[in-house]
């Protein structure tokens, strides 16, 4: 009886925290949008901007105000050394998501990004010459069938936004692969991540922010009929891919990677549905169905690697599949693939 109890608590924990790690993401990248289209703040460069810095003061909020979080320590070299080349793609790969928010719907761009697992797997095969086992490759194939029928009927394509949303999933698999090798011998949890990479992609990102759209955002100010409520909903947006973060770390450490990468295919088909509920972008059946079978893709994929880690090698010394990661704590190795959007 006690058994059934702690497995029933269990069970609770993993559903709540899955929910709210739906809540904070789908609520950013609607608010996203929305400062978009919505309040007719074209300017991406400084929404990243005023992302990264609530990120890096709810990091520091958090690890050293209320020790909520012990803080791992990094020497200082290798923070130049390490973490602030990871900042910067991390920096590019936050400002390709919100620069394609601005010019496609949500429900394109979740599904471009959805291309990642097959821009990882082609960048560790050309650059780093790993060798695949032939059932991720062929995992591949509906992930990629999926997003060409999705951009050929996309009834909403905007050429800037498609390639923003294409070579964000780049950078996210150039993010992930680098943090295996940078950040060798440190475990990072998404908050650490956050207090170490925000400061350093606010501190990149500010003077390219104010050069180029600063003259902008004054006019905007200077029109715009409710300046200071709409600057509360851009701070606001700031605040939740903070929460974004934190609600990253506490779902890593109540669910199973299987449940992690399901609930996260999952995520991206809700927040499809209420962006079409809030905005009302057109979508045909046939783009419908090609995001389906992209999401169904990833889900495959994620069980394939799954499988294909449990495998020993069939012959001594044959390179192995990377393995997916088993442990709570690998599924964060800097910044999750779904993160891509948000902090």
Same mark, same amino acid.
């Given at each position: 009886?006690?058994?059934?109890?702690?497995?029933? *608590?269990?069970?609770?924990?993993?559903? !709540?925290?899955? /929910?709210?790690?739906?809540?904070?993401?789908?609520?950013?990248?609607?608010?996203?949008?929305?400062?978009?289209?919505?309040?007719?703040?074209?300017?991406?460069?400084?929404?990243?901007?005023?992302?990264?810095? =609530?990120?890096?003061?709810?990091?520091?909020?958090?690890?050293?105000?209320?020790?909520?979080?012990?803080?791992?320590?990094?020497?200082?070299?290798?923070?130049?050394?390490?973490?602030?080349?990871?900042?910067?793609?991390?920096?590019?790969?936050?400002?390709?998501?919100?620069?394609? !928010?601005?010019?496609?719907?949500?429900?394109?761009?979740?599904?471009?990004?959805?291309?990642?697992?097959?821009?990882?797997?082609?960048?560790?095969?050309?650059?780093?010459?790993?060798?695949?086992?032939?059932?991720?490759?062929?995992?591949?194939?509906?992930?990629?069938?999926?997003?060409?029928?999705?951009?050929?009927?996309?009834?909403?394509?905007?050429?800037?936004?498609?390639?923003?949303?294409?070579?964000?999933?780049?950078?996210?698999?150039?993010?992930?692969? /680098?943090?295996?090798?940078?950040?060798?011998? @440190?475990?990072?949890?998404?908050?650490?991540?956050?207090?170490?990479?925000?400061?350093?992609?606010?501190?990149?990102?500010?003077?390219?922010?104010? /050069?180029?759209?600063?003259?902008?955002?004054?006019?905007? !100010?200077?029109?715009?009929?409710?300046?200071?409520?709409? /600057?509360?909903?851009?701070?606001?947006? *700031?605040?939740?891919?903070? =929460?974004?973060?934190?609600?990253?770390?506490?779902?890593?450490?109540?669910?199973?990677?299987?449940?992690?990468?399901?609930?996260?295919?999952?995520?991206?088909?809700?927040?499809?549905?209420?962006?079409?509920?809030?905005?009302?972008?057109?979508?045909?059946?046939?783009?419908?169905? *090609?995001?389906?079978?992209?999401?169904?893709?990833?889900?495959?994929?994620? @069980?394939?690697?799954? !499988?294909?880690?449990?495998?020993?090698?069939?012959?001594?010394?044959?390179?192995?599949?990377?393995?997916?990661?088993?442990?709570?704590?690998?599924?964060?190795?800097?910044?999750?693939?779904?993160?891509?959007?948000?902090?």
């Amino acid at each position: 009886m006690e058994e059934s109890r702690v497995c029933q *608590g269990s069970l609770i924990r993993s559903l !709540l925290s899955i /929910l709210q790690w739906w809540a904070f993401n789908v609520t950013v990248i609607i608010m996203n949008k929305w400062i978009f289209q919505k309040l007719d703040f074209k300017f991406p460069l400084t929404v990243s901007c005023v992302h990264f810095i =609530c990120s890096a003061m709810g990091g520091h909020v958090v690890i050293k105000v209320l020790k909520l979080k012990p803080l791992i320590t990094v020497d200082p070299e290798d923070r130049w050394r390490r973490i602030f080349p990871m900042s910067f793609v991390f920096c590019i790969n936050i400002v390709l998501g919100n620069v394609s !928010l601005r010019y496609i719907p949500v429900s394109f761009m979740q599904t471009i990004k959805s291309f990642t697992p097959a821009t990882t797997v082609v960048l560790q095969w050309l650059v780093w010459r790993k060798q695949f086992d032939w059932r991720i490759w062929a995992s591949l194939v509906p992930i990629v069938g999926g997003i060409l029928l999705t951009s050929i009927t996309e009834l909403s394509f905007n050429m800037l936004g498609f390639f923003a949303a294409l070579f964000g999933c780049f950078a996210t698999s150039t993010k992930t692969i /680098l943090a295996e090798s940078l950040l060798h011998g @440190y475990k990072f949890d998404s908050i650490n991540t956050v207090y170490y990479m925000a400061p350093f992609a606010t501190m990149i990102m500010a003077i390219p922010a104010i /050069l180029v759209e600063g003259n902008g955002v004054i006019d905007w !100010l200077n029109t715009h009929p409710y300046p200071w409520s709409a /600057l509360t909903i851009i701070l606001g947006s *700031g605040v939740m891919a903070f =929460c974004l973060n934190f609600s990253i770390f506490y779902v890593i450490h109540s669910t199973t990677a299987v449940t992690f990468n399901v609930a996260g295919n999952l995520k991206v088909a809700v927040a499809v549905l209420v962006s079409w509920l809030i905005f009302k972008n057109p979508i045909s059946a046939s783009n419908a169905f *090609g995001c389906a079978v992209t999401l169904v893709g990833c889900t495959f994929y994620g @069980y394939v690697r799954q !499988l294909l880690s449990q495998q020993p090698p069939t012959v001594p010394g044959t390179p192995r599949t990377p393995r997916t990661p088993m442990s709570k704590m690998e599924l964060l190795p800097l910044v999750n693939d779904k993160l891509d959007d948000k902090v």
